[in-house]
C-alpha cells in the first residue's frame, strides 16, 4: 500500500461500507439476474455531503443524468440505488423515466426527498430495465448496519466479476475517529478516466460536499485512473462518495491542519479497489503493477505506466511469463511521454534487465519463475527528473476472449 504514507491510518481488517457512522445498506436478489444479488442500497440516516465522478463516454446512461441532477440540488445524498444486470444506457426517453422511478420510489419507500436520492445501474447496454421485477422489490431490501448485510450490498453490484471488492481504514482527524470504507464493482470495459466501474465510499468525516469533491478528484487522479485492463470505456460507470459528518471533527478543507490525513485515507481507500478491481480483470490471472520514477514530473510517470500496464503485447507476455523487455521499451517509447533511450532502467520484480537503455545479462528462468506470481512488478526509472506514478492493470488471456465472445449468450 504505496499511498498510505501516514502511520496513522490504519486498515479495517473486519470493516465494511456501513462501519462509518450513520450508514446502512442492503443486497438482495430480484430475478434481473439469473443468480446473484442485483438489487443494492446504501443509506445514510442523514443527509451526507456528496460528491461524484463519472465516466467521460459521450454517450452516457440514464442513471448518471440522475445522479449528476440529484448531487446538483444542494450536494447531499442520504441513500443510492444500484442494480446490476441491466445498464439501462441506450434506452430513450424510456430510459430516462425508469432512472427517475427508481428514484421516486426509493424516496417514497424512506420518506425522503427525491434529490437526495441517486440511481446506478449496470449489465448490459440497450434493454428495457426490467421494472416489474426492480420496483416491487425496493421495499423488500431490509437495510442494517450488520455486516451480512454490507456483503449482501457488495454482491447486488457485480456484473462479471469473480470475486467482491471492498476496503475499510480508520484515522484520527481533529482527534476523533474518522472511519471511511468502500464498494466497487469492475472487472471488464475497465480504462481510465473513470470508466467502467462502480465505486462507493462513505465516511462519517465532516466535510462540505465542494470539498468532498476536491479531495475525490486529487484521489482517483491517483487510483482509479490509474487501472486499465482493455482499454474500452462504458456509458454507466462512476465513483460516488457520502459523508455523514458523524465524527464531529472540524470541518475539513485544505487549509485544515489535518486535509493530508484526509486525503491520504481517501486515497487509500480507492487504491485498494483500484488494485481489486485490476486483479480481477475478466480471465485475468494475474496483477500488473508499472511502478515509474525519475520522470519530468508526476503526469508523465503516470503516462508511461498506463501505456506499459494497457499494452496488449506486454499483458500477454506476463500472461506466458515472458521476460519480454523489448515490449516494455516500445510501450515507454510511445506513450507520448519525453523520455531519454539512453537512460532508462527497466526491472521486473527484482531483476533489472535494462540499465542506461542498454541490455544486461540475466538469468530469462528466474525472471519467467517469478512471473509465474499472481502479482508481477514493473518498474521503470526514466532518469530525467523527479516526477513518479504509478498504474494497475491484468494479463491478457484466451479466457477473456471466451468471456467476452459470450456476454450475452
Known amino acids: 500500500m504505496v499511498l498510505t504514507k501516514l502511520s496513522s491510518i490504519q486498515k479495517m481488517e473486519e470493516g465494511t461500507i456501513v462501519t462509518p457512522a450513520g450508514f446502512q445498506a442492503a443486497g438482495m436478489h430480484t430475478g434481473v439476474k439469473r443468480k446473484r444479488h442485483d438489487l443494492g442500497m446504501i ?19 440514464a442513471p448518471l443524468h440522475v445522479t449528476k441532477a440529484s448531487i446538483a440540488e444542494e450536494g447531499k445524498l442520504q441513500a443510492v440505488i444500484v442494480n ?60 442494517s448496519g450488520e455486516q451480512k448485510d454490507a456483503a449482501a450490498f457488495n454482491e447486488s453490484i457485480l456484473t462479471t466479476d469473480t470475486e467482491t471488492k471492498a476496503t475499510c481504514y480508520q484515522t484520527e482527524v481533529d482527534g476523533q475517529t474518522v ?18 466501474m462502480l465505486a462507493f465510499v462513505t465516511t462519517d468525516a465532516v466535510i462540505e460536499p465542494a470539498m468532498l469533491d476536491i479531495a ?14 482493455d482499454g474500452d470505456t462504458s456509458t454507466n460507470d462512476m465513483v460516488l462518495t457520502m459523508a455523514s459528518g458523524k465524527a464531529e471533527n472540524e470541518s475539513l478543507t485544505p487549509e485544515h491542519k489535518d486535509w493530508p490525513v484526509f486525503v491520504d485515507l481517501l486515497e487509500a481507500t480507492c487504491e485498494d479497489l483500484a488494485k481489486m478491481i485490476a ?32 499494452s496488449p503485447l506486454v499483458k500477454t507476455a506476463v500472461y506466458g511469463s515472458d521476460p519480454n523487455w523489448g ?34 545479462p540475466f538469468s530469462e528462468e528466474a525472471v519467467s519463475d517469478y512471473m509465474l506470481n499472481e502479482h508481477v512488478m514493473i518498474s521503470i526509472d526514466l532518469n530525467v527528473g523527479d516526477g513518479s506514478g504509478q498504474a494497475w492493470g491484468c494479463d491478457l488471456t484466451y479466457e477473456y476472449v471466451r468471456i467476452n465472445a459470450s456476454y450475452r449468450t
Open 179 to 196: 472511519t471511511m470504507a468502500g464498494s466497487a464493482k469492475g472487472s471488464g470495459m475497465i480504462e481510465p478516466n473513470m470508466g467502467t
Open 84 to 143: 446490476s444486470g441491466n445498464a439501462n444506457a441506450c434506452t430513450g426517453a424510456q430510459g430516462e423515466e425508469d432512472a427517475y422511478t427508481m428514484r421516486r420510489e426509493v424516496a417514497r419507500e424512506l420518506s425522503l426527498p427525491e434529490h437526495t436520492v441517486a440511481v446506478s445501474s449496470t449489465g448490459i447496454i440497450g434493454l428495457d430495465m426490467p421494472m416489474d421485477k426492480i420496483i416491487p422489490n425496493i421495499n423488500n431490501l431490509k437495510l
Open 327 to 360: 515490449r516494455i521499451i516500445a510501450a515507454i517509447g510511445r506513450s507520448g511521454a519525453d523520455v531519454n533511450p539512453v537512460a532508462i532502467d527497466t526491472s521486473i520484480g527484482t531483476v533489472k534487465l535494462i540499465e542506461n537503455g542498454k541490455p544486461l
Open 216 to 229: 475525490l478528484r486529487q484521489a482517483t487522479d491517483k487510483t482509479f485512473n490509474c487501472i486499465t485492463i
Open 43 to 61: 443509506y445514510c440516516d442523514v443527509p451526507a455531503s456528496a460528491a461524484a465522478l463519472y465516466t467521460l463516454n459521450a454517450i452516457q446512461a
Open 279 to 310: 486483479r480481477d480483470g475478466e480471465g485475468a490471472t494475474k496483477l500488473i503493477e508499472v511502478a515509474v520514477n525519475s520522470a519530468h514530473d508526476d503526469t508523465q510517470a503516470i503516462k508511461v505506466a498506463k501505456t506499459v500496464v494497457a
